[in-house]
């Protein structure tokens, strides 16, 4: 390790263990926040990446110069597995592994920095007494925490994860290779249409709330008289709720479009076929799918939540959750704008703040605070 240096080496520890991804290629095709943030690391400048990965056997593949080191076993061998590499810089993916991050502490040099990455907002995780415990007992090994949303460290402060003082900052926690595809050529394959044409993409639940959506959506269409909604999804635990509510209304069965899932490669085609993106979402730890429509120029009109309202940068509008009027209202507000400035308003927030070239630099210049505040420190 050499300290001090202006481009640090990072090593990602992440414990999330799928049983059934048994072959590694498969698993890092499915896991594409985890290549993604390490290949942004190094395209930014850092000196070296590598990811320690839980895994169902030892072994090591290099994929697009990043180290990934898969490893069996308890999470003292994962421990064992990142302090070997020597990095700067541990990047913890969850706060949720209270003791697995204590013990990489106990592994790792003194010099090395730990960093941990939240994935949630940290509402169902502040009710859990156990991992509330181990999380206050726990907080100290941590340098730093990265959250999407400033607003979201809250619920963890209040929880006890993170100490008055501790060092947080501010980055989206993924981003999306999706880019727009010609229009003419997205509505007819996807066989979207409507003037606007509304997309939904997301799980159907109480969070998501796709119930406040459609309750909206028959509001807005007494004004929208061409207006459609497809609404695409792979979990369906409210789709009975759902079906009997546009089946219960003239106006949403002739305009309301389910879809089901889709491949995800096929998904640019779907948001470039719509003007419009709609979700309902009382809490979100990012918003996927939002994103992907942002790089889409799939103009939002979505739930006021905060990792909205960094990934609509001023496009498109937000309204209250919950608020089926406002949804409303909101709707046929932006119907009426210039949709073709307002997509290209999106796109260009979406290059400049929420690339992943975007995101791997400012990860970048937040390693190198954490480390230089580390060695002033003593370590």
């Known amino acids: 390790m050499k ?3 202006s481009a640090p080496s990072i090593v990602q520890a992440n414990y999330a263990f799928d049983k059934r991804l048994t072959d590694p290629e498969r698993l890092l095709d499915r896991y594409l926040t985890l290549t993604g943030w390490g290949e942004a690391l190094l395209a930014a400048g850092a000196d070296a990446v590598a990811v320690v990965q839980r895994f169902h056997r030892d072994l090591q593949i290099t994929r697009n110069g990043v180290t990934y080191l898969f490893c069996g076993g308890n999470s003292r061998r994962l421990a064992r597995r990142a302090a070997e590499t020597r990095a700067d810089v541990a990047h913890v993916n969850g706060l949720i592994f209270p003791a697995r991050t204590w013990l990489l502490r106990r592994a790792l040099p003194p010099p090395t920095a730990i960093v941990v990455q939240n994935h949630s907002d940290g509402g169902v995780v502040g009710r859990a007494p156990v991992l509330r ?11 730093a ?22 060092p ?24 979207v249409q409507g003037a606007p044409a509304v997309l939904w993409v997301g799980r159907l639940n109480a969070n998501k709330d796709p119930l406040t959506v459609l309750d909206g959506f028959e509001r807005g269409i007494e004004r929208l008289e061409s207006a459609t909604l497809t609404m695409i999804y792979s979990e369906a635990e409210l789709l009975s709720e759902v079906q009997r509510r546009v089946n219960a209304s003239a106006a949403l069965a002739a305009r309301v479009r389910l879809v089901g899932a889709v491949p995800h490669a096929e998904m640019p085609l779907w948001f470039s076929a719509a003007d419009l993106f709609v979700v309902g979402s009382h809490h979100e730890g990012s918003g996927y799918a939002l994103m992907e429509a942002s790089a889409c120029g799939t103009v939002p009109v979505v739930s006021d939540i ?24 909101a709707l046929v507000e932006v119907s009426g ?21 975007a995101i791997g630099r400012r990860a970048l210049d937040i390693y ?7 060695n002033d420190a003593g370590h």
């Open 145 to 166: 925490f990265l959250f999407a949303a400033h607003e979201h460290a809250a619920a963890w402060r209040e929880a006890g994860f993170i100490a008055p003082g501790q």
């Open 368 to 374: 190198r605070e954490v480390v230089a505040r580390r």
């Open 337 to 357: 704008r210039d949709l073709f400035e307002e997509r290209a308003k999106l796109v260009a927030h979406f290059d400049r703040e929420l690339t992943w070239s």
């Open 306 to 329: 905060p990792t909205f309202r960094l990934l609509a940068g001023g496009a498109g509008a937000l309204w209250p959750a919950g608020d089926a009027s406002a949804f409303a209202r």
């Open 168 to 191: 947080i900052y501010q980055v989206m926690e993924a981003s999306t290779s999706f880019r727009p595809v010609a229009r003419d050529e997205a509505r007819r394959l996807s066989g």
């Open 3 to 5: 300290t001090g240096r």
């Open 133 to 143: 415990l181990a999380g206050r007992l726990n907080r100290g090994v941590a340098d």
